[in-house]
């Protein structure tokens, strides 16, 4: 592939969406000329300087970019070792760094003059989020949301309904996130005029894995700044929790190739990465296969079925990882490890009582690897953590593992 050419890691997917042996075009007769279409439209977008004059409006004003760097001191001084330093991205609007990306694909669904948009959506993160922007713009808004996941973040459901998008529960397979996406790639050739499908993370069929990670690497690019600034120089390491791998690849992208700064993705490793598959670490404990129109890492039986997994953290519960990861796992540039439900807790809790941060249980996956792993590290090294998403959504989850009656506060 190119990559080998020009010696960098950053000129992928190749001409087909293929990163490697991973990702691609997997999709029906049908779907094709829809994801065609789409590319060309986003790579006349990406060389536009007023497509990226929009974004940056709207990064500062509405979503209020740059997110801070933050050096953690005391959580430093408590481990000891490595410095480490989070980037905020749980202070942008509604909470996550899913908006980086859906602003990007809404601009480009409005220069495609779409005006029905439509998103799949598991923990309500990306749901949300959709919503916030369709609202903004007036746009409809349709979200595909697994059944269970309907009952089980409740919250996020009526978030979506104020911000005026219209919630479809799914009822096909296991009422989960996968199925949601199956059933939006559905409506999307169902609708193929006024409709634009908005996908949350860096999966999907080319060119969503690339246009996703392109607009989430403002995180990366601006910890190359902010990092510069503060230190003199980049990080030595970089990590990030995994869930399809949006946050990751945007703080990872930016720093491929910076040979000498290490990256670490976290995946879910739930109660444990074992054969009852009771976790959520596609590249630790899967093996690759086609699904949601991309070849990757997957979670499957001996059969080839999908497998649901399980994780403590609804955000990071995708079977699948994004292609970009399977391959950087593949050539060795960014090495992935797993984090259990109880080790995330712990980090929670640390992040709360040292640094006053309430962070989201995704991201408590990357930190809890940083206490691994810092205190063994000289404290001249420099890590930095993405702070991906604020805890208000997890509370509920936490007082229940953690054993707290929330009504006994009363
Ligand atoms: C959705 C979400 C994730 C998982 O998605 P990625 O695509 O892996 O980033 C992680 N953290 C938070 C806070 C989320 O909302």
Redesign the pocket.
Known sequence: MANDLFNTFMNGPDENGRFGDFGGRFVSETLMPLILELEQEYEKAKTDDSFWAEMNHLWTHYVGRPSPLYFAERLTDHLGGAKVYMKRDELNHTG???INNVLGQIILARRMGKKRIIAETG?G??GVATATVCAKFGLKCVVYMGAHDVERQAPNVFRMRLLGAEVVPVTSGRGTLKDAMNDALRDWVTNVRDTFYCI???AGPHPYPAMVRDFQSIIGKEVREQMTEAEGRFPDTVIA????????MGLFFPFLDDKEVNIIGVEAGGKGVNAKMEHCASLTGGRPGVLHGNRTYLLQDDDGQILEGFSISA??DYPGIGPEHAWLHEIGRAKYVSITDVEALAAFQLSCELEGIIP?L??SHALAHVMKIAPDLPKDHIICMNM??RGDKDIFTVAKALGFEMGAFA
């Open positions: 996550a760094h899913k923990a993160q990306h949350g993370t860096v929790a995994i869930g399809g791998g949006s946050n990751a955000g990071l989201a995704e991201p991906c998403g």
